[in-house]
């Protein structure tokens, strides 16, 4: 299976993005919601509220479905094709799970909870509601996971993680989610990735009729005249 073979040669990307989530999942469940939030919110300076107010807009759908065009504009149609289908399934899994648990964002939980939080970034429109998952963080690992599977190149790897672990910590520092929508955010990302480039590179699902015939005709003809 190709997907299985790409996964096992970028293993390094995968298990690290694994580790990762699994020891902020441990870090979840050891603190309270408001706890784990402020051991994250420790820090803030003026230049990284500029930054990660501006950095977080990488996380946007338009992000992927400009990648997407490029892609498609210089004739790489399956990697667009993926790239598209990654970002469409994740946003789509995204809502659902939004609309399904309504879970409250920062600054609407603490004010139920009657916890003063101060620290919102200027210029920032802070939501209230559906916080479980992060829409943002899975269009991140959505792109990035995609990238680092189409292009075969390990080197970009590390680049691809930091900058979707960038964009998911973005939104916990802007007070817009708590770390468990990060994590399941990042999580659906990396899975409709996989699934979407399981679809066209291995299923071939979205393959014109004419070239199924010809893929078709090509197959029956090798196995009429083995080597």
């Not at 080197?155 to 007070?175: H, M, N, Q």
């Amino acid at each position: 299976m190709h997907t299985l073979k790409r996964l096992t040669k970028l293993n390094c990307y995968f298990f690290t993005a694994l580790v990762i989530l699994l020891l902020a999942i441990i870090f979840n469940f050891s603190f309270s919601k408001t706890e784990g939030f402020l051991i994250f919110n420790r820090f803030h300076t003026r230049w990284l509220d500029i930054f990660f107010k501006y950095i977080t807009n990488l996380g946007d759908g338009l992000i992927s479905i400009l990648v997407a065009i490029i892609l498609l504009t210089i004739r790489k149609k399956k990697k667009a094709l993926t790239v598209a289908l990654a970002y469409i399934y994740s946003g789509v899994l995204v809502q659902v799970a939004k609309r399904i648990f309504h879970m409250p964002r920062p600054k609407y939980f603490f004010e139920q909870t009657l916890f003063q939080y101060n620290h919102f970034v200027e210029g920032v429109n802070v939501h209230g509601q559906n916080s479980f998952p992060s829409g943002h963080t899975a269009s991140a690992f959505a792109l990035a996971t995609v990238v680092v599977l189409v292009f075969k190149k390990k080197e970009i790897s590390f680049y691809c993680l930091f900058f979707a672990f960038l964009i998911g910590y973005s939104r916990i520092y802007l007070a817009q989610h708590f770390l468990i929508d990060v994590i399941f955010g990042a999580a659906a990302g990396i899975s409709c990735a996989i699934l979407s480039y399981h679809q066209v590179y291995d299923l071939k699902l979205f393959r014109s009729a004419k070239l199924n015939r010809r893929y078709k005709q090509l197959k029956i003809t090798g196995q009429a005249n083995p080597i």
